[in-house]
T-cell receptor
Framework: KQEVTQIPAALSVPEGENLVLNCSFT??????LQWFRQDPGKGLTSLLL?????REQTSGRLNASLDKSSGRSTLYIAASQPGDSATYLC??????????FGTGTRLQVFP | EPEVTQTPSHQVTQMGQEVILRCVPI?????FYWYRQILGQKVEFLVS????????KSEIFDDQFSVERPDGSNFTLKIRSTKLEDSAMYFC??????????FGPGTRLTVT
């Protein structure tokens, strides 16, 4: 069964810290992996998408990597800010468009 | 920047009633999706839609659910006879190339 998990479930860090969020998937035949941000009671904002042929993608202070052989993706956030506080979700697609989501990591960045 | 929009933002209905959730995908997008998120749980795929047909549906998407693209802009999800367990946040998404999916803000459905 294709499953996606995220560890840790919650993370609290002081402002300015660099941090890494982890995403694991059970089936390495991944088509692409997408990272989202979700604010409380709100929709999902797409942050980065990594195709299976790529190793990483960068957008501003965010860098996402993909290692299919180990079944892992990481989201690196540099110089975290209180405005980064949100839940971060990863989601994988395989041979269809269906996104398979992880449970998310709830991030709090305190001043 | 173009956005996916959804209406209403919150819908309260009684068990057994029909509800229609509406979405306006980004205008040049070709692929459309519905997902739901029960409070405290993962976001779950419901259905994908392309070229006026369902491409894929999950086990959740039973005969009580239907989708329609009634015109060139709207994409709707209908639940014929709501149950308490249908209470969730429903998200519409779209894309043009089966790559990055763009999500709307969601409709919170509360079934009482």
């Amino acid at each position: 069964k294709q499953e996606v998990t995220q560890i840790p479930a919650a993370l609290s860090v002081p402002e300015g810290e660099n941090l890494v969020l982890n995403c694991s998937f059970t089936d390495s035949a991944i088509y692409n992996l997408q990272w989202f941000r979700q604010d409380p009671g709100k929709g999902l904002t797409s942050l980065l998408l990594i195709q299976s042929s790529q190793r990483e993608q960068t957008s501003g202070r965010l860098n996402a990597s993909l290692d299919k052989s180990s079944g892992r993706s990481t989201l690196y956030i540099a110089a975290s800010q209180p405005g980064d506080s949100a839940t971060y979700l990863c989601a994988a697609t395989y041979n269809t468009d269906k996104l398979i989501f992880g449970t998310g990591t709830r991030l709090q960045v305190f001043p | 920047e173009p956005e996916v929009t959804q209406t209403p933002s919150h819908q309260v209905t009684q068990m057994g009633q029909e509800v229609i959730l509406r979405c306006v995908p980004i205008s040049n997008h070709l692929y459309f999706y519905w997902y739901r998120q029960i409070l405290g749980q993962k976001v779950e795929f419901l259905v994908s839609f392309y070229n006026n047909e369902i491409s894929e549906k999950s086990e959740i998407f039973d005969d009580q659910f239907s989708v329609e693209r009634p015109d060139g802009s709207n994409f709707t999800l209908k639940i014929r006879s709501t149950k308490l367990e249908d209470s969730a946040m429903y998200f519409c998404a779209s894309n043009w190339d089966r790559g990055r999916q763009y999500f709307g803000p969601g409709t919170r459905l509360t079934v009482t």
